[in-house]
């Protein structure tokens, strides 16, 4: 059952962030077997580790095409969920793509300076086929990639024996299906942190990218750290996590069902409620045990609500918004009527990876089909960092210009050679001395 505790009682290690072990020796040499042996190593851990190892790891794109096109005709309404959440998740993103402007100003007469926006050439994305492939983490990953202008978009994921029974690459039917929709340009049987060095430095088959996005397991997560350097990452994710803010007006029932429906993702993911109410702590409570007897996933659910969840009785909402920008949640919700107390309440927030604000907007919908990014950040880093964006696949590069007759130029030459002097750097000064 789900804990029930004061905000008084709560122990300073829930709002550290939270570590589960590190793989980091057995990513190391794995990662140092890719970079030096290519296709052969990853071939070597892809025997070792997955369900099949196929001879040839790039995927056909008429692979691709046919899955697509056999979702279409025997799971449409996933064919068109899976296109209507690409579509909201594309212009979200072209929207983001439009607040990083390009501009020249001239800050002194004859001085301009400016700043460009550039998309990488490549970038990796990585989406893992476990427990549960999850084919919107291919909408997340790659619509902002091609919002941003990528000219390619790689794909790695875990290798499936081809159906035929022949020695070819073949995925997951239902990601291929979601690679051929989202606009991917290679795909990849190629898994674990063997794929992230593989995309990191290049084999003979998989190209080097410029930035690897997307989730996996710890021991996909330490190849991303550390493979940064080598390329961009967008994050390092932990397990997931939800942390709700409830007043009296809150559904019970939907209360529980946001909480479990974090909680089935993985046995050590975190559910939390924070609420004034200690009689609506009892009926989430009670909610919870009764929807965990027909849920599905109840085996994983139970194990991260026993271990993990927990519901905080708190003296008021701003204490609420107080415990929760100290946790900084992946996801927070605000389970709040609209109104002048909600308003309140939502301006307190601010460290969060992606905020729900009201009773309608389920957490479930920006996991899925909102437009808003569901790769965001876990433990604790929303206090620095926000979510996969277009920004992840964009440079922001500056330029500079000067135009001789006008004296901006000459007093930056002067200012130039002083501080050049006194840094000791005679070269500096003597380069910027040049242009007077």
């Given at each position: 059952?789900?804990?029930?505790?004061?905000?008084?009682?709560?122990?300073?290690?829930?709002?550290?962030g939270?570590?589960?072990?590190?793989?980091?020796?057995?990513v190391r040499?794995?990662l140092?077997?890719?970079?030096a042996n290519?296709?052969?190593?990853v071939?070597?851990y892809s025997?070792?580790?997955?369900?099949?190892s196929p001879?040839?790891?790039?995927?056909?794109?008429?692979?691709?095409?046919?899955a697509?096109?056999?979702?279409?005709k025997?799971?449409?309404?996933?064919?068109h969920?899976?296109c209507?959440?690409?579509d909201?998740?594309?212009?979200?993103?072209?929207?983001?793509r439009e607040s990083f402007?390009?501009?020249e100003?001239?800050?002194?007469?004859?001085?301009?300076?400016?700043q460009k926006?550039?998309?990488v050439?490549?970038a990796?994305?990585?989406?893992p086929a476990?427990?549960f492939?999850?084919?919107?983490?291919?909408?997340?990953t790659?619509a902002?990639a091609?919002?941003a202008?990528v000219?390619?978009?790689i794909?790695c994921t875990?290798?499936?024996k081809?159906?035929?029974?022949?020695d070819?690459?073949y995925?997951d039917?239902?990601?291929?299906a979601a690679a051929?929709i989202?606009?991917?340009t290679?795909?990849?049987?190629c898994?674990?942190?063997?794929?992230?060095?593989?995309?990191?430095f290049?084999t003979?088959?998989?190209?080097a990218?410029?930035?690897?996005?997307?989730?996996?397991?710890?021991f996909?997560a330490?190849a991303?750290k550390?493979?940064?350097?080598?390329?961009?990452?967008?994050?390092v994710a932990?397990?997931?996590?939800?942390?709700?803010?409830a007043?009296?007006?809150?559904?019970?029932?939907w209360v529980?069902a946001?909480?479990?429906?974090?909680?089935?993702?993985?046995?050590?993911?975190?559910?939390?409620?924070?609420?004034?109410?200690e009689?609506?702590?009892k009926?989430?409570s009670?909610?919870i045990?009764k929807q965990?007897?027909?849920l599905?996933?109840?085996?994983?659910?139970?194990q991260?609500?026993?271990s993990?969840?927990r519901?905080?009785?708190c003296s008021s909402l701003?204490?609420?918004?107080?415990?929760a920008?100290?946790?900084?949640?992946?996801?927070l919700?605000l389970?709040m009527?609209?109104?002048a107390v909600?308003?309140?309440?939502e301006?307190?927030?601010?460290?969060?990876g992606s905020l729900f604000?009201?009773?309608?907007?389920?957490e479930v919908f920006?996991?899925?089909?909102?437009?808003l990014?569901?790769?965001?950040?876990?433990?604790g880093?929303?206090?620095?960092?926000?979510?996969?964006?277009?920004?992840?696949?964009?440079?922001?590069?500056t330029?500079?210009?000067?135009?001789a007759?006008?004296e901006?130029p000459a007093n930056?030459?002067k200012?130039?050679?002083?501080?050049g002097?006194?840094?000791?750097?005679?070269?500096?000064?003597r380069?910027?001395?040049?242009r007077?």
């Amino acid at each position: 059952m789900i804990r029930i505790q004061k905000a008084s009682e709560i122990e300073n290690a829930f709002f550290c962030g939270r570590d589960f072990g590190s793989s980091i020796d057995v990513v190391r040499d794995v990662l140092n077997d890719v970079r030096a042996n290519g296709d052969a190593a990853v071939q070597k851990y892809s025997k070792q580790f997955d369900v099949a190892s196929p001879s040839a790891l790039e995927i056909p794109q008429a692979e691709l095409k046919a899955a697509s096109e056999k979702m279409q005709k025997e799971n449409p309404d996933l064919y068109h969920a899976l296109c209507y959440s690409r579509d909201l998740a594309v212009r979200f993103a072209k929207k983001q793509r439009e607040s990083f402007d390009d501009f020249e100003v001239e800050l002194e007469p004859g001085l301009f300076t400016g700043q460009k926006n550039i998309a990488v050439d490549r970038a990796g994305v990585y989406v893992p086929a476990g427990r549960f492939p999850l084919v919107s983490t291919m909408v997340m990953t790659v619509a902002p990639a091609v919002a941003a202008g990528v000219k390619e978009i790689i794909l790695c994921t875990p290798p499936r024996k081809h159906p035929s029974g022949e020695d070819k690459a073949y995925a997951d039917e239902n990601i291929m299906a979601a690679a051929y929709i989202c606009g991917v340009t290679k795909a990849f049987a190629c898994g674990g942190s063997q794929a992230i060095g593989a995309m990191a430095f290049g084999t003979e088959s998989i190209p080097a990218v410029d930035v690897i996005v997307g989730p996996g397991n710890k021991f996909v997560a330490e190849a991303k750290k550390l493979v940064y350097g080598t390329v961009g990452i967008d994050m390092v994710a932990g397990p997931t996590e939800v942390f709700i803010i409830a007043d009296e007006s809150a559904n019970p029932e939907w209360v529980a069902a946001d909480l479990l429906a974090q909680a089935e993702h993985d046995i050590v993911a975190q559910p939390v409620l924070a609420l004034t109410d200690e009689n609506l702590a009892k009926r989430v409570s009670e909610e919870i045990e009764k929807q965990l007897e027909t849920l599905e996933t109840a085996k994983i659910a139970r194990q991260s609500i026993d271990s993990y969840g927990r519901i905080i009785v708190c003296s008021s909402l701003e204490e609420a918004a107080e415990l929760a920008n100290r946790k900084a949640p992946e996801h927070l919700e605000l389970a709040m009527e609209a109104g002048a107390v909600r308003d309140k309440i939502e301006s307190l927030v601010h460290n969060y990876g992606s905020l729900f604000i009201g009773h309608g907007a389920a957490e479930v919908f920006g996991d899925y089909a909102a437009g808003l990014n569901h790769t965001l950040p876990t433990s604790g880093s929303a206090r620095f960092t926000g979510g996969l964006s277009v920004r992840v696949f964009l440079k922001t590069v500056t330029t500079l210009r000067t135009d001789a007759a006008k004296e901006g130029p000459a007093n930056s030459a002067k200012a130039a050679g002083i501080l050049g002097d006194a840094e000791g750097l005679a070269g500096h000064a003597r380069a910027a001395r040049f242009r007077l």
